[in-house]
Every structure is written in structure tokens, then in C-alpha cells.
């Protein structure tokens, strides 16, 4: 069976080294705690059912941060309760409430 090599687009930069060099991060909280939450598994809670993956997730990356770059000053940025601007109403309501039961409660 023969294997591709991915290589990845030359217009593409991976090099870290400008962000070793930032003293502050500013961090997208509700975009981190989602990802945390759907990319650990939902077994992950307390003995009363209380998802805990969120918050472990957030807790590491926000650790591997700290360790990688060591900034000086760290900000995480919340988006305002925004059901009370738009409230959702009807399948979509049903389907947002389905997906993310627990996730910032």
C-alpha cells in the first residue's frame, strides 16, 4: 500500500518563534471552552452528572500555554450572554440545547 506525503502549502507559516517572543495572549474563552467540550469525551463529569470536560479541557491547553510560551500576562475574553440580544426560538433552540447541555452552566 503506498503512502502520500502531506506537505504543508508553501504559503503557509508554522514557525511559533514571533509568539514566544508576545509577553500578553488574549484568549477567546467561549471559543476555547467549546472546543474543550467536543474534544474531550462526555463520560467526563462529576458523580451528580455535572460535565467536566470543558473545563478540564480549557485547563489544559491553558496549562501547555503557560508552559510553552510563558507569557507575563494572560486575558480571556467572554462574549456576552447573547440568548438575551437573540433569543433562538423553534428547531434551532432545540438543537443548540441538545449539543451543548452543560457546557459554560
Request: some cysteine; hydrophobic content about 45%; charged content about 25%.
Amino acid at each position: 500500500m503506498a503512502t502520500v506525503r502531506q506537505r504543508a502549502p508553501k504559503d503557509l507559516n508554522l514557525d511559533d518563534a514571533p509568539a514566544k517572543e508576545c509577553d500578553v495572549f488574549l484568549i477567546d474563552g467561549n471559543g476555547l471552552a467549546y472546543r474543550a467540550f467536543y474534544a474531550l469525551p462526555e463520560e467526563l463529569q462529576t458523580v451528580d452528572g455535572f460535565p467536566t470536560n470543558a473545563l478540564l479541557g480549557m485547563a489544559n491547553m491553558l496549562m501547555k500555554l503557560l508552559a510553552d510560551y510563558g507569557p507575563r500576562t494572560v486575558v480571556v475574553a467572554w462574549d456576552p450572554d447573547t440568548h438575551a440580544a437573540r433569543p433562538l426560538t423553534g428547531p434551532e433552540r432545540a438543537l443548540l440545547e441538545t449539543r451543548c447541555v452543560g457546557l459554560l452552566s
